[in-house]
């Protein structure tokens, strides 16, 4: 099992702490089917792939994603970024990250690198700050609680509206142009938000668009069971 990076730095009152839904991406990144998946995508390509993370929160996600880069693509030659419209998370980010490739570097032999190039965190909605098509690969743990009011920043990270859906929509419908051409996004769902349904929606898009469940867990994340679904534009014939 990979190392979970550290996050005692980080202001929990201000930043949303990981929870089931960040263990379960963790878990799903590093399974034996998604591994293969991105080394069979991205290891023997000479472009460098680009990783994104939209909403890092603490950090922990993008870091181990950043620390791991070999063993989970096959290549320590990646790209990651981070979005996030809290300043604290992204100043959380960035010492979440730090911290994971020092802890890289140490645990390597013979000094060898094994974790990717973390470009920086910026502000901002969503993929808003990224140029378009240039994502390889976008993780999302969207907020997908139900909210009527809250404390406005720790909102943002977990309540996704009136049916919690209202932020992923957003993000789904922009998949297209966010995306590169063999870019993939890891998306987490939760029951009330209807996955079936979501899954159906973007395979409805057709030009070889797919959608499928990579990652479930049977334990709940507040009151919800979850799953994360791989969305990618399958170009075999």
Known sequence: MLPTPDTSHVPYERVYEPAEDSFLLLDTLSSSSETQFLHDTFSSSPAIPFVVELGTGSGVVLAFITAHAKTLFGTSHILTAGVDMNAFACRATITTVAKAQADSL????????????????????????????SVDVLVFNPPYTTFDDDSYLLALSYAGGADGMETTDRLIDGLPEILSERGCAYVLLCAQNKPEVVKERIRAWGDGWRAETVGSSGKTAGWEKLQIVRIWRDSSP
């Open 106 to 133: 140490a645990e390597s032999s013979n000094n060898e690198i094994t974790h990717g190039l973390y470009l920086g965190s910026v502000m901002g909605d969503l993929a808003a700050p990224l140029r378009n098509r």
